[in-house]
C-alpha cells in the first residue's frame, strides 16, 4: 500500500466532519492518529526497503523491528495525550511514565497475541484494554506494511479472521458487482481484506437468513449494521455500490448512530474501533 492510501484517509476524515456533526470530535482525533501513521508508515518503508520481505504467514510471529519502532512510541504517546478522549489520553499519559523497556514489553505482547483473534479481551480489565488499543494503533501501519509484502493470498472456505495476520475484521465492504454487490471483510490490525459470504455471521458462522438481519440509518445512508440473533454480535458495513467515494475504515467510525442503536438492542460489536464504539 502506498502513503496515498493514507492521504485518502485523511481527506475522506475531512470531509466527514461537517457532514457528521455527530461524530465531529472522533473524527478529528482519528484525523490526528491517521497524520501520525502515515508518517510511521513512510518511517517503516524506507527503514526496511532493503530487508529481507517476511513470508507469509509467520510475520506475526517474529520479532518486533524494535530499532525502528521505539523511537517513535514517546512521540505518539504525547500525541494522543493531546488529543484521545479522557480514559485514553490517561493511558497515554501513564504510559509515557513507564519507559522504554516497558514499551517494548506492551508492544511485544500485543504482535504477538494479535494473531489469536482477540479471544479473551472481555474479560481484560479496562486499563489493560486501553494499553492494548495504544499497541493497536501505534503497530497498525507497521502490520499494514509488512501485509503489503505478502502478495496474493489464496484463501480457503470463509475464515472468520484476517488470512494473514488472524486478527479480527474491523468493517466489512459491499463492493459493486454485476447487478448487486460482493461482501469482503478489512482486518482491524494489518488492513487485509479478504472475500466474505453475503448472508454469514462472521462471529459465530451463523448462516440462515431469518437470523441474519441489516439496518441503516438515514444520517448515514450507505453505511449498514450487520446484525445476527444468533450470538446478538454486529460489524457495520460500508455499501460502495451507494457512495464509492466512502472510504470503508473512515465511513466505519463516522456511524455512530449504528453503535447507539445497536446497543440499544442488546448486540454487541465483534470489533470496537479506536474510539471505542
Known amino acids: 500500500m502506498k502513503t496515498s492510501q493514507w492521504d485518502a484517509r485523511i481527506q475522506r476524515a475531512e470531509k466527514l466532519i461537517p457532514a457528521c456533526p455527530f461524530a465531529a470530535e472522533g473524527l478529528r482525533f482519528y484525523l490526528r492518529v491517521a497524520c501520525f501513521q502515515r508518517t510511521l508508515y513512510s518511517d517503516v518503508r524506507r527503514a526496511l526497503a532493503n530487508s529481507q520481505a517476511r513470508a507469509f504467514p509467520d510475520f506475526l510471529r517474529g520479532e518486533l523491528e524494535h530499532l525502528v519502532l521505539l523511537p517513535k512510541f514517546a512521540g505518539f504517546l504525547a500525541m494522543i495525550e493531546q488529543s484521545a478522549p479522557g480514559p485514553l489520553a490517561q493511558a497515554a499519559r501513564t504510559e509515557a511514565q513507564r519507559g522504554s523497556a516497558r514499551w517494548k514489553e506492551l508492544l511485544q505482547d500485543f504482535w504477538l497475541a494479535a494473531r489469536n483473534d482477540g479471544r479473551g479481551d472481555e474479560r481484560m480489565p ?3 484494554a486501553l494499553e492494548r488499543v495504544l499497541a493497536w494503533i ?3 501501519p507497521y502490520a499494514e506494511y509488512l ?3 505478502c502478495g496474493s493470498v489464496i484463501v480457503n472456505g470463509t475464515p472468520f479472521s484476517c488470512p494473514i495476520c488472524g486478527a479480527k475484521p474491523i468493517v466489512a465492504v459491499l463492493r459493486p458487482e454485476g447487478d448487486g454487490a460482493k461482501k469482503s471483510l478489512v482486518c482491524m490490525l494489518c488492513a487485509h481484506e479478504w472475500a466474505f459470504r453475503r448472508v454469514y455471521c462472521p462471529a459465530c458462522g451463523e448462516e440462515r ?3 441474519m438481519a ?3 440509518a438515514p444520517e448515514i445512508p450507505h453505511v449498514r449494521v450487520d446484525v445476527c440473533d444468533t450470538c446478538h454480535t454486529y460489524l457495520k458495513a460500508v455499501d460502495l455500490t451507494k ?3 466512502a472510504v470503508p475504515v473512515v465511513d ?3 456511524a455512530i448512530p449504528l453503535d447507539l442503536w445497536a446497543g440499544e438492542h442488546g448486540y454487541h460489536k465483534l470489533q470496537m474501533n ?3 464504539t
Open 138 to 140: 501505534f503497530l497498525q
Open 126 to 128: 479496562a486499563s489493560a
Open 214 to 216: 441489516f439496518y441503516s
Open 274 to 276: 479506536l474510539l471505542g
Open 243 to 245: 457512495s464509492g467515494l
Open 209 to 211: 437468513e431469518p437470523q
Open 252 to 254: 466505519e467510525l463516522a
Open 147 to 149: 501485509s503489503s509484502l
